[in-house]
């Protein structure tokens, strides 16, 4: 039984008896009160009578006469004249009133009045005495509606008192809500801070474990910021700020794979052709310096979608990705341009070299094909071949059409990877959503519609389709399945919204339900995420991040948000063999985000050779063409 | 069930009436009387209650005229007659046998309580005893006054006999053509000797006659 029910009882039983108590003493004190009167009334009409009996009666109809015109006119029950010796000479009585009052409450609280008794004489001889009784059904009529009244007004106070009482309990044991709430997030491995209430022992218990949160957060922090330093260690040229050679061939080669980001973009290749002289004229240091800020000025002339990479590829050879972009010419102006502006930056030699990609390039050819279409700046833009195997270039409005045509013919369907356990176990389903179109005949994947989507803001809609059709698929064959959600999604009220509607009618598949979220939407906008969670979450789905690779030193960020997984991007996990770093920076991730309750999935893992090492790190599961 | 809150409120009768009610349960006893006359008023009224109860022991045996004429004597012989107003600063008071033998002195009303509460004690039946209002109408020409005394009844039907402050001889009431009866009671039709404490209750002390029986009985005479 809950607390406040036990505290509701001993409050109604309180209560109860002291409305009783009250009760009790009351009616006996108007019973024994009402006795005396009666009484008393007795006495005194005994009394007159007696004197006016004792002045006037001189024979015994006299007496008879008195004593019944007392009797006729009064309230009395009966009435007796005794004769000197004791002797009943006359009597009157009448029956009892009847009465409304219950037999019960007559014997509870018996009235018993006493007769008045007075004594005759007739100058110095003795007449006798009267005996008066009175009826006490009157008395009994009078304390039976008081005690009514009473009740009344008793039940109602009572009633009263007992609101006061519950709300007073309710109010007291308000804060109890939240330490539970703590207390359970606690075992969840989600870390709360409550205010702490004004009850004295539910304060200690939140402060208390409020430390412990506090605790908590440091410890992960401490950890998130040593991995992250790790990270940038063993990744990042501490010159530039830019991915050393094989930091950058791994992730730029993940982008290219990722079907759920553009399909197809530029590889720019930076090449200072003069880096010795440098060195020897302006010396090493100055050079340096030279080329940070060159650096700085690169990311500040090009556009910072996300999926842009930077690499430092040699010393003097510097490489940048960019996805969805198509044209180099005016963006190698633009960057040279920029770069020319810093400081001796005239004092720069440089070359550009560029190539596309589409969905099946590998990184070598890229960079060979970069290789040779390095040219000295000034010499104008390149006009770039279109890659091998790359999709033909479709208008815009065909793209909308393609759009349109299938979110109206339900056109969308859903490519099924399993999402794998120790031991091979099945722990969910990968769903990456496919167009399956009327307009073109041919199957797109999200990479290829996703950015015209995004352009046409049609990326709620999309979402919202695949949504219901993930649900469909839950329900037909009750595995659980992972879906991800845009920008929109995550971050705009109204999309939101119609998402809490759609997965409020299917509660009962909710648990069945995973919802991925980039790790951009879920850092970039903390409030906005945090917002999304607090709705979604309540509804019973799952709630991870994916792709998470930039960030992972800040993971210790999202707890207290009640996240289900993470997923660590495929650029993170896909050396794991070769460096040994990367087994450190991995094995601590897994320990920072089992601290926070967080399982901990590989994505995009190729070799089946990896999988037993990553369990071994700490995975929780592993996804991508080696278990599929 | 009943029983019990019976017994209950009587619980709360007696935390209600406390030391009153204890006494007036109480039945007589003359050497509480005695004590608390020490306690009181000091050696000399408890020297003097005790000669009253000598008195009262030498006359247990005899018949009731002794009894009459030593408790008559007793009394009209000891006792000054002095006005309520003077006495008592008030109006009109009824004394008790106590306060009467402490002060001794009273009023003719004081005189018949103390005459009548110490007939009872020598053991004269109360259906014998009358405190009666009379008319007394002295000489033929002198105002008519209102003046009470104790009137006892040999049997029911007989003549009383008159025991009265103002005449030291106790004549048959035909032989006191200067009093007229007005009205005659006893303790029997008011007092009811029992659990029944009229001291605790509120409207007792209303009657004079209620209200002296009480103070008599605190006073374990009665």
Avoid at chain 1, 478 to 501: K, M, T, W
Avoid at chain 1, 522 to 537: M, N, S, V
Avoid at chain 2, 105 to 126: P, R, T
Wanted: proline fraction near 5%; charge should be negative; hydrophobic fraction near 45%.
């Amino acid at each position: 039984m809950s607390l406040v029910k036990r505290l509701w009882i001993v409050v109604a039983l309180i209560i109860l008896a002291s409305v009783l108590m009250a009760g009790l003493i009351n009616i006996q004190s108007a019973q024994r009160y009402l006795a005396s009167e009666l009484k008393v009334k007795n006495l005194d009409t005994a009394t007159a009578l007696a004197l006016s009996l004792s002045q006037n009666a001189t024979d015994p109809v006299m007496v008879e006469l008195l004593l019944s015109s007392q009797f006729d006119l009064g309230h009395y029950q009966r009435i007796d004249y005794l004769g000197p010796e004791g002797r009943l000479l006359a009597h009157r009585e009448r029956a009892s009133r009847p009465t409304a009052v219950p037999a019960w409450f007559m014997r509870l609280f018996p009235i018993t009045a006493e007769p008045g008794v007075a004594l005759l004489q007739s100058g110095w001889t003795q007449l006798g005495s009267i005996r008066l009784y009175s009826d006490p059904s009157f008395a009994y009529d009078s304390l039976w509606k008081s005690a009514l009244v009473l009740a009344q007004m008793f039940s109602l106070g009572g009633v009263l008192a007992g609101l006061l009482g519950m709300v007073y309990i309710r109010r007291v044991l308000r804060p109890l809500k939240g330490v539970v709430a703590q207390a359970e997030a606690l075992a969840e491995r989600r870390y709360l801070e409550v205010r702490p209430p004004r009850t004295l022992e539910f304060r200690l218990i939140i402060e208390a474990m409020n430390r412990l949160t506090q605790k908590t957060k440091s410890v992960l922090d401490d950890e998130s910021v040593r991995l992250s330093k790790l990270k940038t260690e063993h990744e990042i040229d501490p010159m530039t700020g830019f991915m050393v050679r094989e930091v950058f061939r791994r992730n730029a080669a993940a982008e290219i794979e990722r079907e759920d980001t553009h399909l197809q973009g530029l590889l720019l290749l930076v090449q200072i052709a003069n880096l010795e002289e440098l060195n020897r004229e302006i010396g090493r240091h100055q050079t340096d310096r030279l080329i940070s800020t060159m650096a700085q000025q690169m990311r500040l002339a090009l556009p910072s979608a996300s999926g842009t990479r930077y690499g430092r590829l040699g010393a003097s050879d510097f490489a940048i990705l960019l996805p969805g972009q198509d044209e180099s010419a005016p963006l190698q102006q633009q960057l040279h341009a920029s770069i020319l502006q810093v400081e001796h930056g005239h004092l720069l030699q440089l070359s550009y070299g560029a190539a596309r990609y589409g969905p099946h390039s590998g990184m070598s050819e890229l960079l060979a094909s970069c290789d040779q279409s390095l040219t000295p700046a000034g010499a104008g833009g390149l006009v770039l071949q279109p890659p091998e195997g790359a999709v033909p270039l479709r208008p815009a409005r065909v793209w909308v059409e393609i759009l349109q045509v299938a979110l109206r013919q339900h056109e969308f369907q859903l490519a099924l990877y399993p999402v794998r356990g120790r031991d091979h176990s099945y722990l969910n389903t990968e769903a990456p959503a496919r167009i399956h179109s009327s307009v073109c005949g041919e199957t797109l994947v999200a990479g290829a519609f996703l950015p015209w989507a995004r352009r046409e803001g049609l990326v709620g809609q999309v979402d919202l389709e695949i949504l219901v059709q993930t649900l469909a698929e839950v329900e037909r064959h009750g595995h659980a399945i992972c879906i991800n959600l845009g920008y929109e999604s995550v971050c705009d009220e109204v999309q939101l919204q119609r998402i809490v509607e759609t997965l409020d009618l299917h509660r009962a598949l909710a648990p069945r339900l995973c919802l991925d979220v980039a790790e951009d939407i879920a850092f970039e906008h903390p409030q906005a995420f945090a917002h999304f969670c607090g709705r979604i979450l309540p509804l019973g789905c799952q709630v991870g991040i994916e792709h998470l690779d930039h960030h992972v030193g800040h993971l210790a960020r999202l707890h207290g948000l009640g996240l289900h997984y993470v997923k660590l991007s495929r650029a993170l996990v896909q050396d794991v063999q070769q460096e040994s770093a990367v087994q450190t920076l991995l094995r601590g991730l897994c320990t920072v985000a089992h601290t926070m309750g967080l399982q901990v999935i590989a994505e995009g893992v190729a070799h089946a050779g990896d999988v037993p090492l990553l369990f071994e790190l700490g995975f929780d599961g592993v996804t991508g063409s080696a278990v599929a | 069930m009943t029983s019990l809150r019976r017994r209950a409120g009587q619980g709360w009768i007696a935390l209600l009436g406390g030391l009153v009610v204890l006494a007036g349960l109480a039945a007589p006893d003359l050497d509480r009387l005695q004590q608390l006359a020490l306690s009181r008023y000091g050696d000399e009224v408890a020297r003097r209650v005790g000669e009253w109860r000598n008195m009262l022991r030498a006359r247990q045996g005899p018949g009731d005229l002794e009894k009459l004429e030593s408790v008559n004597r007793y009394f009209n012989q000891r006792i000054r007659w002095v006005e309520d107003p003077v006495l008592w600063q008030q109006d009109d008071y009824w004394a008790t046998l106590l306060e009467t033998l402490a002060k001794e002195a009273g009023d003719c009303e004081d005189f018949a309580i103390a005459k009548y509460v110490s007939l009872l004690l020598a053991g004269m039946q109360e259906q014998q005893l009358r405190l009666t209002y009379v008319r007394m109408q002295r000489g033929p020409f002198t105002e008519p006054e209102a003046h009470m005394i104790l009137a006892y009844y040999a049997t029911p039907t007989s003549e009383p006999l008159i025991l009265d402050n103002l005449d030291d001889e106790i004549k048959p009431a035909s032989r006191r053509p200067d009093l007229t009866p007005v009205y005659a009671f006893n303790a029997s039709q008011l007092w009811f000797r029992g659990p029944n404490p009229s001291s605790s209750d509120p409207t007792a002390r209303i009657s004079r006659w209620r209200d002296v029986l009480a103070r008599l009985q605190a006073e374990h005479t009665l």
